[in-house]
């Protein structure tokens, strides 16, 4: 959702929820997820029957607090706004949807903040954004359960300046018994929310594409499955910005992440979007969550990045790995194209936007 959380007092977080300090790391994770993959694919979602019609796929160790979650996630994504909450209204109905989701004690991390705690710091982040864009709406894409880890694939939508923006979100949970959250980041570009108010900002892989258009150039055989084995040195690999280890182990696999029109199938193309990437971001991140479904891997590394906008900045990124070659990053390139500065006038531009 669009979250209070930024010095200009607005910042943009579309879907749910974030995370504290004391993270699970992929090494925690990897413990049910080692073994249970086999599982994952002997329950391809049919934990959880009820919902599998209203998300494209559903994969995973699905459990009754997994299911829980899946229930309240959808619920408040499908649910209409209506009169948008006054500020600080925690008892306006979808308010009350969306704080459902969450532990009373739950953390939030949203794209360029630090974590907000509590459903009194949550619940007034989320009046904000439902009265910034009271119409937005999500569907779940592709879903992912591994236990007490869920990764929500979803496509947001909100109305800004009059146009209809649409774009990808990864929110990753970690749920109590109950299926409240207890912690969760999200993963957006919030770049995608600026476009129609403001042209000017260059986005950062302006240019980017397969030289040809076409699948040429494609190199190396299908990508095998991820195994928690790799971690450590895919971590490495992002934390150095070591292109070539990071797409030589994907292979042929297409490539899709912030600010691309369409997948890149070539060498040249994704050896160039990730260089245009480690140009601009110095990365510094940990192994975060590992989610292994019956055909699709998700992996969170999170952190802070530093680059020519600023330093120490929270960011994060998180890779899906997807049963048809599809290799996905979802990131937030905002923070390493406007600086805090330029990023609280934007949201004012935004603010002032949905009020004309």
Known sequence: MLAAAVASGLSLAVAVTAAPTGSATAATAAGPAATGSAAAAALPGGGCAEVRDRVERLEGRITPNGCAFLKRQIAFGEAPTGTPPAPGDLTHPRVMAYLDIFDEEATLWEAGGAPQRGHSVIGNSITGSLRLAPELRYRGTDVVADGAVVMFGQRNEITVKGRQVSYPQIARNVLGD??????????????????????ELRP???????????????????PERFRVDEVAARLAAWNSGDVAALTGRMGNARLTGPGLAGPLATDAGKTAYLKRLFERADLELKAGQVAFGATTTYVEWHGRVTGPKGADIPFGIVERFGPGGEWELYFDTLPLIADKAETGALFQRLAAAGKE
Request: without cysteine; charged residues 30%; positive net charge.
């Open 178 to 199: 109950d299926g409240k959250t207890v912690q969760a980041r999200r993963y957006y570009d919030r770049h995608e929310l600026f476009k129609p108010i403001a042209p």
């Open 204 to 222: 950062l892989f302006e240019g980017i594409a397969d030289s040809d258009g076409s699948a040429g150039g494609r190199g190396g055989r299908a």
